[in-house]
Nanobody, 115 residues
């Protein structure tokens, strides 16, 4: 599995960004897709995931929306009402539905939210 994330950038607080992740190499429909993020000096943390349904970290619930397009093998993260604390490198990840962890990771895309 190969993952290619894109869409990061610099945005003011309250603004929006949409991240994209392109999946290649296996049967996309068999994978749970997720976004994680890592801020400077902090541990990587879960943001959102989607298979049949979506799940979110409490810190982004009601502001971020994860979606997937199985036909094009893409996963998206729509980020609204961005806050400076959302600043981080965002990583796309894939977990086979029979696996117990995320074994495939994208290269990360930087999101910076200015106050």
């Amino acid at each position: 599995v190969q993952l290619q994330a894109s869409g990061g950038g610099l945005v003011q607080a309250g603004g929006s960004l949409r991240l994209s992740c392109a999946f290649s190499g296996r049967t996309f429909n068999n994978y749970v897709m997720a976004w994680f993020r890592q801020a400077p000096g902090k541990e990587r943390e879960f943001v959102a995931s989607i298979f049949w349904r979506a799940a979110y970290a409490d810190s982004v619930k009601d502001r971020f929306t994860i979606s997937r397009d199985n036909a094009s093998k893409m996963v998206y993260l729509q980020m609204d009402s961005l806050k400076p604390e959302d600043t981080a490198i965002y990583y796309c990840a894939a977990q086979h539905r029979a696996a117990d962890n995320y074994r495939s990771w994208g290269q990360g895309t930087q999101v910076t939210v200015s106050s």
